[in-house]
């Protein structure tokens, strides 16, 4: 029986955003995870079973027991139409403030303390990131555009292009911002650092 106390998780609502698309296992769930939500938002191969227990104990998700290769049955999980309600209500719910962890800035924040070529090497290869990035966005794009459903906002490849597009554009907007921060070290004269 459902349990009306149980919502769900960001993490929940990215695990019901994968069932909207197709019924998956639990494996297939923690493989989704990786690609394509991988890009944007991330969990650990032992968060995803215990959501979809919660998921399924407050009637979101809907399983049923298919024969499996492991020791345990599998289950394979479908979105149910609370779950699907759900999911639409918070896709156009309240925006919350987001905390920001970006490793990459917070590196970028100390760059002063490294010698020039140090430096220099470190936006190489923050670039060279953004651009093995980019061109994956950039294939995935290419296989989905020409397909009817990417233009049609009820259909899941519409949000796949949108995203792709996203992604696509960020990433153009970092290799613009790598290569304008290659130009300023390169014209740096670099006195000495502070506090040295």
């Known amino acids: 029986m ?7 998780s960001n993490l929940g609502f990215a695990i019901l955003g994968l069932l909207a698309r197709r019924a998956s296992t639990g494996y297939e769930v923690a493989q ?17 079973y ?23 049955p599998t289950k ?14 918070w896709v156009v719910g ?11 800035v917070l590196r970028l924040w100390s760059i002063w ?29 290419a296989e989905i555009s020409d397909d009817p459903g990417a233009r049609d906002p009820s259909n899941p490849l519409f949000a796949s292009r949108i995203t792709l597009e996203g992604g696509i ?8 911002w790598c290569a304008w921060m290659r130009a300023e070290l390169a014209a740096a004269e670099r006195p000495g650092r502070p506090g040295a």
Do not use: C, K
């Open 2 to 8: 459902p349990d009306p106390g149980v919502t769900a």
């Open 32 to 48: 989704r995870m990786r690609q394509p939500i991988g890009y944007f938002w991330t969990a650990r191969h032992s968060q995803i």
């Open 50 to 72: 215990p959501e979809l227990n919660r998921l399924d104990a407050a009637g979101l998700v809907e399983h049923e027991v298919i024969e499996g290769a492991g020791p345990r």
């Open 76 to 89: 394979r999980y479908r979105i149910a139409s609370a779950g699907r309600d759900a999911l639409a209500a």
């Open 94 to 104: 309240d925006l919350e403030p987001q905390p920001v962890r970006d490793l990459e």
């Open 113 to 141: 303390t490294v010698e020039p070529d140090a430096a220099t090497e470190l936006v190489g290869r923050l670039e060279a990131v953004h651009q093995g990035v980019l061109d994956r966005y950039l294939e995935e794009l």
């Open 169 to 176: 554009r960020s990433r153009r907007t970092a290799l613009e």
